[in-house]
């Protein structure tokens, strides 16, 4: 199971680095083509796809996963009801986006001028949910490999169609948009025929199943709804006060979140290896060594990304986004200290107690969108910024009084680096050992 588990991470880890210069080069483009305004359009757009799951699944994909990967059900006996509960989530997700855009409530005609240009953001929606509870399935049966190949697909796509547009039409926000549609599209398809070609669907609604990721999901989707938020409710203020502001805003955060493809490519791995892991012990010895080496990483990765920001950006996306380098950096503080909740939280919930993850990510949106009220309209993509970065920063704080009162950690073994975490490492990298 360890050296199972060390594999998928360290396939998910090789598939993020291959395809991110791939993605990194097409943002580049895209930034320059189409500049920080229409830029900061399309990023506002796209909130609404990004938001649809963790708003409308109500944790239900949580629970698809912990209880396939925990095999309390299989997939023959859940897969049509997850498809089902998809396809209704994703068409409510485009049903109440079409009346926002009538009403002209969040999504007004400075976004969407016509229904053409909203009409593939409407099919996204669908398509989206099913993908969603698709892959949740997938991670369930530890399919890590085959989710990465997706992974590096999808940029690969993203690139391919960019690039016919742009020497065959126009670039522009409505032809980018269906650029994403076509590559969710091959993704869906692909990830829907992997699942259905390994089982005999029961076409039949699973009750069962649906009451126990119920009970089990909705326990921590406000946590995960609140993560999205604080994650991307920055730029939904932003957007609404100008365009240009969220281009500006939207590359200091990608910039700063790139540094989450280590822990975020970890993520999936350790929580089936907390699920299945009976010896608490064992679980908490296990948090406690992939913390220590995965917060002294991200430290260091951020204090050069710090001073390599002043040069790289103005170099690389041009002049025009010069702006985006003080806020760059005070993200990165926040990215930093972000990482242990993203740890955290997979011991919490991998322990049944996802209700945790919903405490300390509501408590971490509470402190930002107060932030963002009274910093944003004042200092713009600054405010954001440090909104942003101090409310990352609260939530790890409470997600360390949560492990230190719940569950018994001793926070000195969470940062004390030693000798043995790189032995460790090096076993699991170059010998893959138990």
Not at 39 to 47: A, H, I, N, P, W
Not at 69 to 82: A, I, M
Not at 377 to 405: H, Q
């Amino acid at each position: 199971m360890a050296s199972s588990a060390t594999s998928s991470s360290l396939s998910n880890l090789i598939t993020r680095f291959i395809s991110f210069p791939i993605s990194f080069g097409t943002s580049i483009v895209l930034a320059k083509v189409l500049g920080p305004d229409l830029r900061g359009t399309l990023s506002y757009l796209l909130l609404f796809h990004s938001f649809s799951m963790p708003i409308l699944n109500l944790g239900l994909g949580t629970g698809v996963t912990f209880f396939i990967s925990k095999k309390d059900y299989s997939v023959d006996s859940t897969y049509f009801t997850s498809l089902t509960i998809a396809l209704f989530q994703g068409l409510f997700g485009s049903l109440l986006l079409f009346i926002f855009w009538k009403n002209s409530f969040l999504v007004t005609e400075e976004f969407i001028g016509n229904f053409n240009e909203l009409f593939p953001l409407l099919i996204l929606l669908p398509l989206n949910a099913i993908l969603f509870y698709t892959e949740r399935t997938l991670i369930g049966k530890s399919e890590f490999i085959f989710i990465n190949y997706m992974t590096l697909l999808q940029p690969i796509l993203y690139l391919s169609s960019i690039s016919l547009v742009y020497f065959f039409g126009e670039i522009n926000v409505l032809s980018v948009m269906y650029c994403i549609l076509f590559y969710n599209l091959i993704r869906t398809l692909l990830s829907v025929y992997r699942v259905l070609k390994q089982i005999k669907v029961e076409v039949k609604w699973n009750k069962s199943f649906v009451k126990k990721i119920s009970g089990y999901g909705v326990k921590g989707w406000f946590g995960r709804l609140a993560l999205a938020f604080n994650l991307r409710i920055d730029q939904f203020f932003l957007g609404s006060i100008n365009s240009y502001f969220l281009g500006i805003y939207v590359i200091a955060v990608q910039l700063a979140e790139i540094i989450w493809i280590i822990p975020d490519s970890l993520g999936p791995v350790l929580f089936n290896q907390i699920s299945v892991e009976k010896d608490e012990n064992k679980q908490l010895l296990l948090v406690e060594k992939i913390h220590r080496i995965l917060f002294g990483l991200v430290l260091f990765l951020a204090i050069v990304a710090g001073v390599i920001g002043f040069v790289f950006i103005p170099v690389v996306f041009g002049e025009e986004y010069a702006g985006s380098v003080i806020p760059f950096v005070f993200i990165l503080p926040g990215i930093v200290m972000q990482t242990s909740v993203k740890i955290l939280t997979k011991i919490f919930a991998g322990r049944g107690k996802i209700e945790y993850n919903s405490m300390v990510t509501l408590f971490g949106m509470g402190v930002s969108v107060l932030l963002y009220y009274f910093l944003i309209p004042k200092y713009g993509v600054l405010g954001a910024a440090i909104g942003s970065s101090i409310g990352y920063s609260a939530s790890s704080l409470f997600a360390y009084l949560i492990a230190v009162e719940r569950f018994k950690f001793n926070l000195t073994q969470f940062f004390i680096p030693r000798k043995s975490d790189l032995t460790w490492v090096k076993s699991k990298v170059l010998k893959k050992s138990v």
